[in-house]
């Protein structure tokens, strides 16, 4: 009885409190470097007067919708595991996680695009090349993320306590909407300096 | 309700700590306590600072006697020192990899990662920190950078030589001088896994303060160092990923082509075909970490000097509100001074005004600390301890080298300054000697916490002065250097006549230099002899107030054999007027201190200074 006590105020105590803050800390830190890369092409763009100049291609526009239901799926999942409805969230972690390798792909199709229209990583003018570098950050973010998510489901599988499984929850939903609204700033970014 | 607490402890214990039968392999060496963590960052720290410095005794011989060969030089180096003089290739290595060792290595892994991981959990009365296995990841990576830094002198290129600012286009194009190839490569790699580390120790500090002090520290009753490190590691966080950002594009500039910050180049005799980037943009990004950098080395160091200072004048430190807002003034200020390194790069004149004023506002907060140390010490009851040596020591540093820091943030002065030997002599007064006082003095003074033994004195006062006398030997002279117009970086003066006679300058610096290094190895013979003979340590060798001297000697996983204890009071209660002792541990009631509580001691609980009141009228006391 006792240990059940504490296992279920364990999203509680101050150490998933300390734990849920290391999280926000990696993603203040992490929005820090994106200012960084963008602060970058704001100088450069305004130094010399152009931008990427391109009309981007319709994949990143999809994978942007994508990444969105995905991080919709992942909000749903956490709101049946806090009313305790065990059996739909498995469902929809994993559906969390497959659009987020669909993201993944829709990525690549878009980098494919931009390649084939002679817009390559290799370029003089850097804030084309500039395009890939941050969308391929972006996607080393969305492979760390599907990790957390994956921690998650392998937690609903075994099962861990639903007070466990609560917490894996909150660190994945900091993490995933995180870098959902990532995408979209940097999306909107790219299309309003173009 | 106890039963519960004490349930919740072990369980929490044995979440962090795993098993309790540990190998030596889990103790020693993966090891997630972070008083352990501690000493593996210290001395980490210690043997890469031993290198660092023999790297500057080479190239200070190198600047001393540039016609003269050392045949011994070549035995050990090699090519690198043919017919026994430094090659001038490697020359620029040295100075490229001693100052990233010491920035970087030492005096940011080496302070920060030791005295943040020693003291943050016991002298806030927490457990371990919020993710102890990020924590032991911190140093893993700090350990691999390490390595791969030191592996680019096994290499037939040597290291990377292009200043530990690794400015493009030397660190953008491989072919650029020997030290732009692998040894460069080798160089991002160690700084991409050098900057995880610091975040990864740096998020769990600011998360540890944040949410697992105990009960009655409220963030005004932390110690100076708990605050000092609490803000450093804001700066880390914030500054850090900058770098990463940077470094992301001068990979791709050097590994794939791109132009981000190239253009324009023409290398031998063929043009490259990069075009359109900018190496200013480098500048920015690099000195946007770069300037905070300089205040993540120091900040410790003022926290600690603040600790050891208040301990061993037997006062309260002085102005404690003051230094604490002074700390928080630098840290944001820090942020927007990046482009005073920047003054010569054709910068917009008004864009080098603003940068300038917000330079000199630093001027504020830095003589209020220097100020508040000084009336500290003010008619104390001063314990001349050795960590106490160097404590004062790292104030006369930081106001020698920081007055000439008026000089510098000054666009109009440092247009001639820049690049000189002057700045040289800055920061080595007020960055580098500063710092390593800061971090020497909290080796003497945590010694006994940390090994549970305490270091020789007389060795501690023969290292001291012999390295304080020689610091300032070494750098002060070279302040006439810059002014002259001597510039930093170059292998030898004997080819430009106004610099000739700065030789024989150069000859007394080098010797200082060697005294200074010999003078260290009184102190690596002390700390490693002290770790296993050193003479026994009490509980609270200092009479100190902090926490960490209410754990036990023997170290413990968890810190605290039973509950954490309470925290009543601020550490700063030295010499209180009436008190029985000199001294008042944060963890005594002032239910037990009748005798010497003054009237703000309750903070406007008046039921508090009620029951005073009463006390203080059977007992005939006269509160002033």
Redo the contacts between chains.
């Keep these: 009885m006792?240990k059940e006590?504490?296992e279920l105020s364990f999203i509680n105590?101050?150490?998933a409190?300390?734990?849920r803050?290391?999280v926000w800390?990696?993603v203040?830190?992490?929005t820090?470097?994106?200012?960084?890369?963008t602060?970058?092409y704001i100088?450069?763009s305004a130094?010399?007067g152009k931008g990427h100049g391109l009309v981007l291609p319709d994949a990143f526009l999809f994978s942007t919708v994508i990444l969105i239901l995905s991080s919709l799926c992942l909000f749903l999942a956490k709101r049946l595991v806090k009313q305790s409805n065990l059996s739909y969230q498995k469902v929809l972690l994993i559906l969390t996680f497959v659009l987020g390798i669909v993201f993944g792909y829709m990525q690549f199709m878009a980098w494919g695009s931009l390649y084939r229209t002679g817009a390559t990583?290799?370029?003089?003018?850097?804030a084309i090349?500039?395009i890939y570098?941050v969308s391929a950050?972006h996607l080393l973010h969305i492979v760390g993320g599907l990790g957390v998510i994956l921690n998650c489901i392998f937690g609903a599988f075994k099962p861990v306590s639903q007070d466990k499984l609560m917490f894996r929850l909150q660190i994945a939903s900091i993490f995933w909407h995180f870098i959902d609204i990532l995408w979209i700033y940097l999306y909107v970014f790219l299309l309003l300096n173009s | 309700m106890s039963t519960i607490t004490l349930h919740d402890n072990q369980h929490n214990s044995h979440d962090d700590h795993g098993h309790h039968q540990e190998s030596f392999l889990s103790k020693y060496v993966f090891s997630q306590d972070h008083k352990m963590i501690a000493k593996q960052f210290l001395i980490t720290g210690v043997v890469m600072a031993v290198i660092g410095m023999v790297l500057s005794i080479l190239f200070r011989i190198q600047l001393a006697w540039p016609d003269k060969t050392f045949p011994i030089l070549e035995t050990f180096l090699g090519k690198w020192a043919e017919g026994g003089r430094l090659q001038p290739d490697f020359y620029l290595a040295l100075v490229t990899i001693h100052g990233t060792i010491m920035v970087f290595f030492v005096l940011t892994a080496g302070l920060s990662g030791t005295f943040s991981n020693l003291l943050i959990p016991l002298q806030i009365g927490a457990r371990d920190m919020a993710s102890p296995f990020l924590n032991m990841l911190s140093y893993w990576f700090f350990l691999c950078s390490c390595v791969i830094m030191m592996a680019s002198f096994f290499i037939q290129t040597g290291p990377a030589s292009s200043g530990w600012t690794i400015y493009p286009p030397l660190s953008a194009l491989p072919k650029a001088m020997p030290g732009s190839g692998l040894g460069m490569t080798l160089w991002l790699i160690s700084m991409v896994m050098f900057v995880a580390s610091s975040l990864m120790g740096g998020i769990n500090y600011v998360s540890t303060v944040l949410n697992m002090r105990t009960k009655g520290m409220d963030l005004w009753k932390m110690p100076l160092t708990i605050w000092a490190f609490f803000l450093t590691a804001i700066l880390g966080v914030l500054s850090f990923p900058v770098l990463v950002a940077g470094v992301v594009l001068l990979i791709f500039d050097r590994s794939f082509g791109t132009s981000f910050y190239l253009s324009d180049i023409v290398l031998g005799t063929t043009i490259l075909p990069n075009e359109g980037g900018s190496p200013i943009l480098w500048q920015h990004l690099f000195w946007f970490l770069g300037h905070p950098e300089v205040y993540i080395v120091i900040m410790p160091a003022l926290g600690i000097s603040s600790e050891v200072i208040s301990i061993n004048s037997r006062k309260p430190i002085f102005g404690y509100h003051a230094m604490v807002y002074s700390l928080i003034g630098i840290t944001t200020l820090s942020f927007i001074v990046w482009g005073h390194h920047m003054f010569v790069t054709g910068m917009n004149p008004f864009l080098g005004g603003v940068f300038m004023i917000t330079t000199l506002i630093i001027a504020v907060p830095s003589a209020v600390k220097t100020f508040n140390y000084l009336a500290t010490l003010w008619k104390g009851n001063i314990r001349f301890t050795p960590a106490m040596l160097f404590a004062i020591g790292l104030v006369s540093f930081f106001i020698s080298g920081g007055l000439t820091g008026l000089f510098l943030g000054n666009a109009s002065l440092d247009i001639n300054l820049h690049d000189t030997y002057f700045v040289v002599a800055h920061f080595h007064l007020v960055m580098g000697s500063a710092a390593i006082f800061g971090m020497l003095s909290g080796v003497y003074h945590w010694f006994p916490k940390m090994f549970g033994r305490m270091m020789n004195a007389k060795l501690g006062y023969l290292h001291f002065w012999l390295t304080f006398i020689s610091a300032y030997l070494v750098f002060f002279p070279l302040h006439f250097l810059g002014l002259d117009g001597v510039p930093r970086r170059y292998y030898a003066f004997t080819e430009f006549e106004f610099m000739q006679k700065w030789l024989t300058v150069n000859v007394f610096v080098t010797w200082a230099a060697i005294l200074g290094a010999l003078a260290q190895v009184a102190f690596l013979f002390n700390f490693f002899y002290s770790i296993f003979k050193g003479k026994k340590a009490t509980e609270n060798p200092w009479d100190a107030n902090t926490l960490e001297w209410t754990t036990p000697v023997e170290h413990i996983h968890g810190n605290w054999a039973g509950e954490i204890p309470t925290v009543y009071r601020w550490p700063y209660d030295y010499s209180k007027p009436g008190a029985k002792e000199d001294f008042i541990p944060q963890t005594v009631p002032f239910s037990q201190t009748m005798e010497s509580n003054l009237a703000h001691d309750f903070e406007g609980n008046s039921e508090a200074e009620e029951i005073q009141k009463n006390w203080n009228k059977q007992n005939n006391r006269v509160e002033d």
Excluded: D, H, W
């Design positions: 006792e006590l504490s105590t101050p150490s409190k300390a734990k803050f290391v800390l990696f203040a830190s992490s820090i470097m994106f200012g960084g890369f602060s970058y100088i450069f130094s010399k990583l290799i370029n003089n003018n850097a090349s500039f570098v950050l």
